[in-house]
């Protein structure tokens, strides 16, 4: 994940070059009838969580500094919360990694990586053989010295296990399947493996993975959605009982999907020649076209009850500018810097689409952006029932804010919760 393709690099100027003002309502005192918990990182660097219904605020963490910096607050399914950090002595560096059984209180230190830098970390969807206390969590990890990535699978709740080491490769993304015990992974842009952790051994899949970061194993049942390699271009396929059914082939450019939560559906959409294409939405079984934007999506994050898709593109009125057919130049930074980006989200039954005002993300919110497809698979953007999603922004004044925006409402704008990098919703 650390590898950037020419259009992510564009990315990365065109949102950091933005300037527009985002509408925000300030909201700090407020209790929102909304359920969940939000984990975020506070401008001080350190950890919170906010339960919204119970207006209720728990701070995590109060060591933080310049040099001393926790990161990336991930939910597991039962509540549990993991965040992590870095050398805070300024030498060589190393990961340490807090879990927090409730998310409510202080995380203990459970693993110190040395040599290492955190990158991404995704809980497994199930208990532990071993018991109901016992989870894994999957760590991916810069290797300083061997200019390298790594997937390690720390054991929460059982103390003589020590960490598991998936593999090596650069760059590295994974998925885990449904009963928790496996993962599928794509690693140097060259193979496609099952990881089991019984028995910690990996079986490399017979096909050449083509142009895509994250695979996606479903997460209902066995199906592996994957990219696969068919005369330069890639076929979106499906990976069941040792047969490839593709549902869409010879897609050109560098292809980006995710299972929507039921398993019925399949988002995707391509970036070539630096512009993207339309969010499209098809059927898992069939492969026939369900519903599709009529504009470009950077990123894309499906609603819990697989009803909704939240996305991000230019912010631009109708009918005056389109990134997907317009180059990378600098009369497109010009353009978004006038008119920032936008969320967008997209009712699959009617095929409807709600645009919602302008917003400049804040630095971790751009990671979270640019590397979307594998962080839709371990932290969730939208609320336990469907209704809001969280992200950081910068307003205009420079303040980084963590905000909500309910997306029940098509003039809805967003509320400021916290002043903070980026936010993210635990799963009940």
Do not use: K
């Not at 930074?333 to 989200?345: H, T």
């Amino acid at each position: 994940m650390v590898i950037l393709s020419a259009f992510r690099r564009i990315l990365i100027v065109i949102m950091m070059c933005c300037g527009i003002i985002a509408s925000v309502s300030e909201g700090q005192d407020t209790v929102y009838d909304v359920p969940g918990t939000i984990a975020y990182i506070g401008t001080d660097y350190n950890i919170a969580t906010f339960d919204l219904r119970a207006g209720q605020v728990s701070v995590l963490t109060d060591d933080a500094s310049r040099t001393r910096r926790y990161q990336w607050p991930t939910w597991a399914n039962d509540g549990r919360l993991a965040y992590f950090c870095c050398d805070p002595s300024g030498g060589q560096p190393f990961t340490q990694i807090f879990i927090s059984d409730d998310g409510l209180s202080s995380g203990d230190l459970r693993h110190v990586a040395p040599n290492t830098v955190f990158n991404h970390a995704s809980w497994s969807p199930r208990h532990c053989d071993a018991s109901d206390d016992c989870r894994d969590l999957a760590v991916l990890l810069s290797i300083i010295d061997r200019n390298t990535l790594s997937v390690d699978i720390i054991r929460d709740g059982d103390d003589d296990a020590g960490p598991v080491r998936v593999g090596l490769g650069a760059p590295f993304y994974y998925s885990w399947s449904p009963d928790g015990g496996r993962l599928l992974t794509q690693r140097d842009v060259r193979r496609l493996d099952v990881f089991d952790l019984a028995s910690g051994s990996s079986e490399q899949l017979p096909y050449a993975p083509g142009f895509f970061p994250a695979p996606h194993w479903s997460p209902v049942d066995d199906r592996l959605l994957v990219g696969v390699l068919n005369d330069g271009a890639t076929d979106l396929a499906i990976i069941a009982n040792e047969q490839v059914r593709v549902l869409r082939s010879t897609l050109r450019g560098e292809l980006s999907f995710n299972w929507s939560p039921s398993g019925d559906y399949v988002a995707y959409r391509t970036v070539d020649n630096d512009s993207a294409s339309d969010l499209i939405v098809i059927d898992a079984v069939t492969g026939e076209l369900v519903t599709q934007t009529d504009d470009s999506a950077f990123a894309f994050f499906w609603s819990p009850d697989s009803r909704l898709l939240a996305y991000v593109t230019i912010a631009t009125p109708p009918g005056t500018f389109n990134i997907a057919h317009t180059p990378a130049s600098s009369d497109l930074i010009q353009r978004v810097q006038e008119d920032g980006l936008r969320w967008s989200v997209l009712d699959v039954a009617t095929g409807q689409t709600r645009n919602y005002g302008s917003f400049i993300p804040t630095a971790d919110m751009i990671y979270l952006l640019l590397y979307f497809n594998q962080f839709a698979q371990s932290h969730s953007i939208w609320s336990p029932d469907s209704s809001h999603i969280v992200f950081g922004e910068v307003l205009a004044e420079g303040r980084r804010t963590v905000s909500i925006l309910d997306t029940t409402r098509r003039d809805a704008v967003p509320f400021a919760i916290a002043d903070g990098l980026v936010g993210v919703w635990s799963y009940r």
